[in-house]
């Protein structure tokens, strides 16, 4: 079978990694791909919001399975479009992939099913979000209710805060036509947990549990970014929250989708904090996580491929999920300046040597007459496994030393909640 993967980031890079391992692939394209994927896969010069392109691309080459990776496309229907061609495609349909195109949308969903996730009130209006400052004084969380690549979430702890945000987010439109309604919450406090499940439609199957990195600096201090690193498994997850997740939370969510009209096919990923009063929704995705994906990916002992065909045909239920026991690790190199403005064009060297013992997944790179170059804020995602968490760490950060560039930025620390 021909696969096609959708986006060019490390969480494509390791699913066209995993993809290629399948004895039911014969050929594999990544569109657009980056100079990891290039080795293993035929990379396609198509963006993946090009949708109606990459139409063509699939129907032209015989395509017999698309796998999204990244939430706009989803967002902006190419499910839909591919399967009104009758091709086969993972990932949820745009009223579906709404569940993280809107905040708004998620949020009165859980309400309404009864999920557990943090308090809130929506708001369309700027004059009537900044009222609701009047009663509010204590810690808050303000959301553009669209997508803003991660970045439209501001932590404030105060009702002044608070109003700069409202500010910033409808008055400034920071995140432009995303901040037209923003949602306003409690703050939640407590770790965070990335789950991830396939789901489809009627049933879901739960992935091991991973915790990524979001802050850009050590000791999880400085701006938000898409994340920095991540581990899996988490051990905080234990098999009883396990439970109560997949019980209290996936399903009556997918469930919740289908009395809505809106099956719910494709990677269903809850970001939860895990409260004192137990596990809490702070948002759903409509997609694999980045950089949750890559060490879940290389742990992951099943062939990936059947899952996928399993969610679009409606037979999860006969499927089964294997885990290597052996915990990974991936710290993200990324570009100095990233998340804000940073440089590009940057050689890269010493990646075959730190590659012998740890994949190296590519993010943001691109090949250049025989160069590899960076080309983006997250560069490479360096994925190390071993025997405990705290060798997985030492085997990344040993990688991560043989790689330079000019102007190299990564966290220290990822796994400390772990190893410490
Ligand atoms: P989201 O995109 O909604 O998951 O938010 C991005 C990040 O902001 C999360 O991963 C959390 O670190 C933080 N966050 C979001 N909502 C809350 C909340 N209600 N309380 C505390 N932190 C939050
Ligand atoms: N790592 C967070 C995300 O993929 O949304």
Redesign the pocket.
């Known amino acids: 079978m021909r696969v096609l993967v959708i986006g060019g980031g490390g969480r494509e890079h390791a699913l066209v990694w995993k993809i290629s391992q399948s004895p039911k692939v014969t050929d594999i394209y990544c569109a657009p791909g980056n100079a990891g994927t290039a080795e293993i896969a035929k990379n396609v010069p198509i963006a993946a919001d090009q949708i109606d392109q990459l139409l063509e691309f699939a129907q032209k080459n015989e395509i017999g399975l698309t796998v999204v990776g990244p939430e706009q496309p989803l967002v902006m229907g190419i499910v839909d479009r591919f399967q009104e061609k009758g091709l086969r495609i993972f990932g949820p349909t745009a009223r579906a992939a709404e569940l993280e195109g809107s ?1 708004a949308f998620s949020k009165d969903i859980m309400k309404k099913y009864g999920l557990p996730t ?1 308090e809130y009130e929506t708001f369309t209006s700027h004059e009537l979000a900044q009222r609701y400052f009047d009663k509010e004084t204590g810690p808050i ?1 303000v ?1 553009a209710s669209g997508l803003a690549a ?1 970045k439209g ?1 501001i ?1 404030c702890r105060n009702s002044k805060e608070g109003l700069n945000a409202v500010d910033t987010i409808m008055k400034d439109k920071s995140f432009g036509e995303a901040g037209d309604k923003v949602v306003i ?4 406090e407590g770790q ?1 947990v990335s789950v991830l499940a396939f789901s489809d439609g009627n049933t879901v199957l739960l992935m091991d549990s991973a915790q990524d990195h ?1 802050a850009a600096l050590d000791g999880d201090k400085g701006p ?1 970014t898409g994340g920095m690193g991540a581990y899996s498994p988490a051990p905080i997850f234990t098999d009883l929250l396990r439970q109560k997740v997949r019980d209290k939370i996936m399903f009556p969510l997918v469930r919740a989708m289908q009395s809505e009209g809106r099956p719910y096919k494709g990677i269903l990923y809850a ?1 939860l ?1 895990l409260t004192k009063h137990g596990p809490k929704i ?2 759903f995705n409509a997609r694999f996580g980045d950089p949750e994906t890559q060490p879940l990916l290389v742990r992951m002992e099943s062939d990936i491929v059947p899952l996928f065909e399993a969610c679009i045909d409606g037979t999860l239920d006969q499927q089964e999920l294997q885990w290597k026991p052996e915990p990974s690790v991936c710290v993200v190199m990324a570009a100095k300046g990233y998340p804000g403005s940073y440089e590009r064009g940057k050689e890269i060297s010493g990646l075959d040597e730190a590659g012998a013992d740890v994949v190296v997944f590519h993010a943001g790179t691109k090949l250049e007459a025989g160069k590899v170059l960076s080309n983006g804020g997250r560069v490479l995602g360096v994925t190390a496994t071993g025997p405990d968490t705290p060798s997985a760490i030492k085997k990344a950060y040993e990688a991560v030393s043989k790689i330079k560039w000019d102007g190299i930025h990564y966290r220290k620390d990822i796994g400390h909640r772990v190893s410490s």
């Open positions: 905040k943090a969380v959301k991660g979430v932590l919450e409690e703050f939640l965070e979001k938000n970001g904090m702070l948002e």
